[in-house]
C-alpha cells in the first residue's frame, strides 16, 4: 500500500497551502472555542528543534490588553513607514493588521530558558525561533482548512508587549496572530494588490550545487 494521500486527500493540501493568506480585514464573529483549540493543537503538532516545542500562546481575552497592543502596532507602523524612506506614505496607507476588529488575538512568543537547549541549536541558536515559526504556519494553514482567516503582525516592540503580558526574562514575544472570520480570503496577497511587491519566480531562487547555479 502507498504511503501517499489519496489524490483528493493530496489535492486538499496543496489546496490549504495556495490559498492561505495573510489576512487584516475581519468580521467580529466570535471563534467557536472548539476550533481555536484545534488551530492550537495542530500548531502544538509542530516541529521543533530539539523537540524543544518552544512555542507559548497568549489567548488575549481582555478588550483593553487588545487595545494596548494596538496601540503599539499603530506605533510601530508609523514609525516603520518613517524607516522606509522612500516609500513613507505608501506604507502609512497599508493596512497591515485587523487587531481591534478580529475574533480571536494571539500573540505567539519563545519561552525562556532557551540558553537549556542545546540540541540542534549550538551553532544556530535561531533555530528556536524557526520552530516558532513552523508551529505557526500549522495554525495558520488549519485555519484557513477551517474557513478562518489570520494575519500575522510583526509590528511591535517586543519588550514593550513582552512587559505588557508579564513575560518571564528571557521569553521574547514573536508575533501577534489576529484570527477570525473574515468576509473573503484575498485572491492574492495583499501586498502583491496594494503594488508593494510580486512573487519572485520559483526558478530564480533554486539554485544547483553552488549558490546562483541554475538548475539545468
Ligand atoms: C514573519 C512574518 C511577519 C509578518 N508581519 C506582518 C505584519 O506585521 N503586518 C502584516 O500586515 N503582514 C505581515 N506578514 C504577512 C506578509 O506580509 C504576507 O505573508 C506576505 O505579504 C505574503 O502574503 P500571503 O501571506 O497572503 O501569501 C508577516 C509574515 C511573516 C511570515
Not at 530539539?50 to 507602523?77: C, K, N, S, T, V
Not at 506614505?89 to 497591515?96: Q, S
Not at 517586543?158 to 503580558?165: H, I, M, N, Q, S
Request: with cysteine; aromatic share 8%.
Amino acid at each position: 500500500m502507498s504511503a501517499a494521500y489519496s489524490p483528493g486527500e493530496r489535492d486538499a493540501v496543496y489546496r490549504v497551502i495556495r490559498e492561505r493568506r495573510d489576512m487584516r480585514h475581519f468580521t467580529r464573529d466570535p471563534v467557536d472555542p472548539a476550533v481555536l483549540r484545534r488551530l492550537l493543537e495542530a500548531a502544538h503538532q509542530g516541529p521543533s528543534v530539539g523537540y524543544m516545542q518552544p512555542w507559548r500562546f497568549i489567548r488575549i481575552a481582555d478588550r483593553e490588553l487588545r487595545l494596548a497592543i494596538h496601540a503599539l502596532a499603530e506605533r510601530e507602523h508609523k514609525a516603520t513607514a518613517e524607516a522606509c524612506v522612500s516609500r513613507t506614505d505608501e506604507v502609512l496607507r497599508l493596512k497591515l493588521d485587523g487587531i481591534r476588529e478580529c475574533g480571536e488575538l494571539l500573540v505567539a512568543a519563545l519561552c525562556e530558558g532557551r540558553e537549556r537547549y542545546v540540541l540542534g541549536r549550538r551553532t544556530l541558536p535561531e533555530m528556536d525561533l524557526c520552530s516558532v515559526a513552523c508551529a505557526i504556519q500549522n495554525l495558520w494553514l488549519a485555519a484557513r482548512a477551517e474557513g478562518l482567516g489570520l494575519g500575522w503582525v510583526s509590528l511591535f516592540e517586543p519588550d514593550e508587549l513582552a512587559r505588557l503580558l508579564d513575560f518571564p526574562e528571557g521569553a521574547r514575544p514573536m508575533a501577534v496572530l489576529c484570527l477570525g472570520h473574515v468576509e473573503a480570503f484575498y485572491p492574492e496577497p495583499m501586498l502583491e494588490t496594494a503594488g508593494w511587491d510580486h512573487r519572485r519566480n520559483l526558478d530564480e531562487l533554486v539554485f544547483e550545487n553552488r549558490w546562483g547555479r541554475a538548475v539545468p
